[in-house]
């Protein structure tokens, strides 16, 4: 039975207020506005077995936020700031998990949850306005409000190679690691997927492997992440000033907790532009490394190819193998999700670690000993499948999840998920979506913080003024997702080929999934519908 609090629900006919699905950033903090400030009935659930969200099941060796430890946190506590001490630069998943444990102890959030509980079903009735939702564990729950913190990488993407359960060694995917870690000493290791989570994977299992073999399909540009514990200085600098740091990362575009460059590189000699490069190089991060440096590298082809330019060189002169230098390479645009690594280059110069590219020795089929390709096959004891996320929209499309008049949000999404201001979907009444498709694309708890907060005084606006149900404007909708197109168009980032548009996904409509714009244009955004009384809104 759904665990329920001992609070009578505000509305009519429904169980509770609201209903939150997720315990990670967003699932939290909202659980933590709609009860401890609203004061409002609350069910909440997650399919783990605590809180944590994507850092409750990416356990996988050398899992880390490309973002620094000093604003990947809530900014709203004051007190929290102060008390909790982040042992490194750039955060790792264990940090990650016991800051957001810390937090759910701190609001005593886990008595709104339950756990190991998966929401399968969410039906809009509108002879009730009320969200008609059921569980894994057989619970039917009815409320005001649907509000979904699902995480834009949630949804694995797990490649259905032919033969893939007739391996007899081990298989893991990374979006799933077994909580007791997996030991690979003396193990032959297959990796496949050199993204973000592949690379991290691929540098901390070498050391420990007897042998790893990197199937790689597309060669990334990987920056130094130059992490390494915070000196006690530096943490105590951070929190001194922590009210001009979060002003500067509200008004930024990336959020990220630096200022982003002004300076163009396109008309720059090589000279200039590595000088730059190389300093950043020795810094660490991937963000930093595109953003800090230039301020035309994402928008200007010709600074991009500096930039790329210079990685390439670095790639080349880092890999002792020529041929091993060659395949890691790449010779597209830097225009992906920027990529930061703790060595990963300088792996491929172990002697225990091979490269095959699958593009041009594709993988035919995973056998009970290995995995099969074009050219032969290696025999491995474990497999690790790092290929990603179906990104931003295949956590709600695997639901069975349906609006006014029975529209199932995976057909209106079949052409690309949209949305307004990332938050709200026409045709899905008094339903909200932190990180949902087309909100900011920066560093996500500043973006999170801000939908939870817009979304929070949305429904407070409501309650006030007595209203059942809320219904978005699908020409504001619409608009939402052209201005989202337009700004993407006038950066690079279409013309690679990126999860942050579906590509990594085979049949999926490549198609925008985040605004581009930057935090504090998408601040002035939500608050300019406030500002107009909610215009794109009918209430009822």
Same mark, same amino acid.
């Given at each position: ?303 991009? /190819?500096?930039?790329?330019?210079? &990685?390439?060189?670095? !790639? $080349?002169?880092?890999? +002792? =193998? ?5 395949? *890691? ?119 999170? /913080?801000?939908?939870?907060?817009? &979304?929070?005084?949305? !429904? $407070?606006?409501?309650? +006030? =003024? ?5 219904? *978005? ?68």
């Amino acid at each position: 039975m759904t665990t329920q609090n001992k609070e009578v629900t505000t509305v009519s006919g429904a169980d509770v207020d609201a209903i939150v699905v997720g315990a990670g950033f967003g699932g939290l903090y909202m659980t933590y506005k709609l009860r401890n400030e609203l004061g409002l009935k609350i069910q909440s659930y997650d399919n783990g077995s605590d809180v944590g969200g994507t850092w409750y099941w990416n356990r996988y060796p050398g899992a880390l936020s490309d973002t620094e430890s000093f604003v990947y946190c809530f900014s709203f506590d004051k007190d929290l700031l102060q008390e909790w001490t982040w042992k490194n630069r750039y955060v790792t998943q264990p940090e990650i998990l016991a800051y957001l444990n810390n937090f759910a102890d701190r609001f005593e959030l886990r008595k709104h949850y339950q756990f190991n509980t998966k929401v399968t079903k969410a039906v809009f009735n509108e002879s009730t306005n009320l969200w008609e939702v059921e569980t894994d564990k057989g619970d039917k729950v009815t409320a005001q409000y649907l509000i979904t913190g699902l995480g834009l990488l949630s949804a694995a993407n797990k490649p259905n190679f032919k033969g893939h359960d007739a391996f007899k060694g081990e298989q893991y995917h990374t979006s799933n690691w077994p909580r007791g870690g997996v030991d690979f000493t003396g193990k032959r290791v297959g990796v496949i997927g050199t993204g973000s989570t592949g690379v991290q994977t691929i540098t901390a299992a070498a050391p420990s492997a007897k042998h790893l073999t990197v199937f790689q399909r597309s060669p990334q540009y990987s920056v130094p992440v130059a992490n390494g514990p915070m000196p006690k200085e530096a943490t105590d600098k951070i929190k001194a000033n922590y009210d001009p740091i979060w002003n500067q990362v509200s008004e930024s575009s990336l959020a990220f907790g630096f200022v982003e460059s002004e300076v163009p590189a396109a008309d720059l000699s090589e000279a200039e532009t590595d000088k730059v490069f190389e300093a950043a190089w020795k810094n660490g991060g991937g963000f930093r490394f595109m953003f800090e440096t230039f301020s035309d590298i994402a928008t200007d082809i010709k600074a991009n /190819e500096a930039a790329a330019s210079f &990685i390439r060189r670095k !790639i $080349s002169t880092i890999v +002792k =193998d020529p041929e091993t230098a060659a395949m *890691l390479t790449p010779h597209d645009i830097y225009a992906k999700r920027p990529l930061c690594d703790s060595g990963y280059y300088d792996t491929f110069n172990r002697d225990n670690v091979s490269l095959v590219d699958v593009k041009t020795n594709p993988i035919t089929e995973v056998t009970s000993s290995g995995i099969r390709t074009d050219q032969g096959e290696y025999e491995l004891d474990i497999i690790i499948y790092a290929t990603g996320f179906d990104a931003v929209d295949g956590s709600y499309t695997r639901l069975d999840l349906r609006g006014t008049d029975g529209l199932q949000i995976k057909d209106k999404w079949a052409d690309g998920p949209t949305s307004y201001l990332g938050m709200t979907c026409a045709g899905f009444p008094n339903m909200f979506t932190v990180l949902g498709p087309n909100g900011p694309f920066t560093n996500l708890p500043p973006s999170i /913080e801000t939908q939870v907060n817009w &979304i929070a005084d949305f !429904i $407070s606006k409501m309650r +006030k =003024d007595k209203n059942a149900v809320m219904e *978005l404007s699908l020409t504001a909708e619409n608009q939402w997702t052209a201005t989202c197109s337009e700004i993407a168009d006038m950066t690079l980032f279409p013309k690679a080929e990126s999860w942050i548009f579906g590509a990594n996904i085979p049949g999926k409509s490549n198609s925008v999934m985040f605004y581009l714009g930057g935090l504090s244009n998408y601040r002035q955004a939500i608050n300019d519908e406030v500002a107009s009384g909610y215009s794109s809104f009918t209430f009822n």
